[in-house]
């Protein structure tokens, strides 16, 4: 069998941990460069150091092939291949800030033979313009389409791997495709400025159907729809698909904010005004906060109200807190003068800085007792699981918002809670609406 290539990789963030353990998982020897020593010890004692499903068990079952450095020369003499896999995250102007991408570059020179591989999310033109500074590096783009919580399920079966390079880089460009080859996914081979934008108009255009159906949910919710049907009904159609449209509390998590503003300012930048996008943005500001109005047609004022929230989290099965909707939520209701106490089965952590004046409690359940409200913030599975019975005792007022639609209306409010969701009234409600209508 032949020898596979060694692969570097800068960045031992999320996306870097993850195409190191999975390319390591292929046979790979593996080089990870990371700047901050801490995590650099971290990973050699086996911690690792955020949350992401089968993870821990990839790294430990692969430790053999995977280095973890903070030296930039150990990773350039093992490797050609140089995956970079550094934040790109908004500046205050809503460009993307690539001084990280930078300093790697820099760090790595102007090799002859090797190839830089970028995996970050980066504008469009970054790629030709790095290319112009650093002639005997080849460039190739390849971004990355992996979701927090399912990246190494998503990483081993992907739904395409795009390879952009310009002329002179087709070699690079075929070495990466061979990298990804076991995988049996469709390649997409085109020029750089495509494939970087590819990643964008992927992003911005499964946030657009985000938005799309939270407007829907909106007025379901005035016309006595159900949204959760009506996107049954929609997703259907093989034009559409069934996937994406799930109405809540807006779109958050480290990408979608960032890539759709990214996105409209490089528009911007050249002229362009990309009216879509910025409504696609504002329906996402604004859905973050429409519990708000939920919560008042069922309580006067939330002056010394407890809120309980169930999950803060961006998405279940991660500790990210990036963008993540709780944090607007908890702004609001505290700045109406509520007590909000929360629980989330792993990104207490992450969240306690971000929100100190939140009570974090140990259970979902530990939340709920004495709450006035309840907002059901992150779909965790075992929110499911939960005895409403019991928990309709324990709250002072029964009232639960699902923010997610993620519950069962029916059993929800059989357990006597009043229940409310986005864009999915109850039968009563709907009928109501029906018959004023008549
Ligand atoms: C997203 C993309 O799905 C990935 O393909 C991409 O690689 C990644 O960004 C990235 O650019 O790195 P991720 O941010 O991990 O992945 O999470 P998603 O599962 O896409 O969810 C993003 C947000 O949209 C979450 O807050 C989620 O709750 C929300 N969402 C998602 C909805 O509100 N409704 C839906 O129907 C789907």
């Given amino acids: 069998m032949n020898e596979k290539q060694p692969i570097g990789v800068i960045g031992a963030g999320w ?8 390319f390591a998982d292929l046979g790979h020897r593996v080089v990870v460069r990371e700047i901050v020593p801490g995590k650099v010890d971290a990973l050699r ?6 949350h992401e499903p089968d993870l821990p068990e990839l790294i430990e079952r692969n430790g053999q092939r995977l280095t973890f450095t903070t030296d930039m020369a150990e990773l350039l003499d093992a490797a050609q291949l140089i995956f970079v896999c550094v934040q790109t995250p908004p500046t205050h102007s809503g460009d993307a800030d690539l001084s990280a991408v930078q300093r790697a570059i820099e760090e790595i020179g102007d090799p002859e033979g090797k190839a830089l591989v970028m ?9 030709r313009s790095i290319r112009r500074d650093a002639p005997d590096l080849a460039y190739v783009s390849c971004p990355e389409f992996l979701r927090e919580g399912t990246a190494v399920r998503d990483f081993m079966g992907p739904d395409r791997i795009v390879i952009g390079v310009d002329p002179g880089d087709e070699r690079a460009g075929d070495e990466v495709a061979a990298a990804y080859e076991p ?16 990643k964008l108009a992927s992003n911005a255009y499964l946030a657009t159907k985000i938005s799309f159906i939270n407007e829907i949910a909106n007025v379901c919710d005035q016309v006595g729809a159900d949204v959760t ?23 958050g998590g480290s990408c979608f904010p960032k890539d759709t503003q990214a996105l409209k300012m490089l528009a911007g930048n050249i002229g362009y005004h990309f009216q879509l996008l910025n409504s696609v943005i504002e329906v996402n500001e604004l859905q973050k906060r429409r519990v708000m109005s939920k919560l008042s047609t069922h309580l006067d004022s939330l002056v010394d109200k407890r809120v309980a929230m169930l999950g803060l ?3 279940p099965d991660t500790d990210d807190m990036r963008e993540a909707s709780s944090l607007v939520l908890a702004s609001r209701l505290e700045g109406e003068g509520a007590t909000v106490v929360a629980f989330d089965p792993v990104a207490e952590d992450a969240a306690r800085e971000l929100l100190p004046n939140v009570k974090m409690a140990g259970s979902a359940l530990d939340a709920l007792v004495g709450a006035d409200a309840a907002i059901l913030v992150t779909e965790w599975p075992e929110f499911a699981a939960l005895d409403w019975a019991d ?26 809670i009043t229940y409310e969701a986005i864009g999915r009234p109850s039968i009563a409600d709907r009928s109501a609406v029906t018959k004023a209508e008549r």
């Fill in 15 to 22: 996306v870097g941990l993850v195409t190191a353990a999975c």
């Fill in 45 to 50: 004692r086996g911690e690792v150091p955020i």
């Fill in 119 to 127: 995996k970050s999310t980066v504008p469009v033109g970054t790629g």
């Fill in 183 to 198: 995988l049996g996914a469709p390649i997409v081979q085109t020029d750089l400025a495509s494939a970087e934008m590819i």
């Fill in 229 to 251: 049907e009506v996107a049954k009904g929609m997703g259907l159609d093989p034009r559409i698909g069934p996937r994406f449209l799930n109405a809540g509390l807006g779109f």
């Fill in 313 to 315: 989290a961006f998405k």
């Fill in 391 to 416: 928990v309709a005792k324990r709250m002072a007022n029964p009232l639960l918002v699902d923010g997610r639609n993620f519950l069962d209306p029916d059993v929800v409010r059989a357990a006597g």
